[in-house]
């Protein structure tokens, strides 16, 4: 059964740092584009980073410059470090794993940053 893992979320101030991890069960890890998005309550999911298979990365606008995306081929491990981290980066932080018409989320881990 393919599984997505998260791990790493908090409570920082502002200005720190938090990594997140995310382990996917799957053999074929290299295929796979992997994103983090986030979402807070009452609000749509929006996507923070992508890094794909062939490990080209996206960052939305209000991270780029903070935050770095990640993959790990020896431990199919998935990596947001997360920089310089502000109150509106308070949310719950979600892996995602996308090929060709396949998708799976990860059940969240919550950052939150205190002003």
């Known amino acids: 059964q393919v599984q997505l893992v998260e791990s790493g979320g908090g409570l920082v101030q502002s200005g720190g740092s938090l990594r997140l991890s995310c382990t996917f069960s799957?053999?074929?890890?290299?295929?796979?584009?992997m994103s983090w998005y986030r979402q807070v309550p009452g609000k749509q999911r929006e996507l923070v980073a992508t890094?794909?298979?062939?490990?080209?990365?996206i960052y939305a606008d209000s991270v780029k410059g903070r935050f770095t995306i990640t993959r790990h081929s020896t431990n199919n491990t998935l990596v947001l470090q997360m920089n310089s981290l502000k109150p509106e980066d308070t949310a719950k932080y979600y892996c995602?794993?996308?090929?060709?018409?396949?998708?799976?989320w990860g059940n969240g881990t919550q950052v939150t940053v205190s002003s």
């Open positions: 890094v794909t298979r062939t490990s080209s990365t």
């Open positions: 799957t053999a074929m890890f290299s295929i796979w584009d």
């Open positions: 995602h794993a996308a090929c060709v018409g396949n998708t799976y």
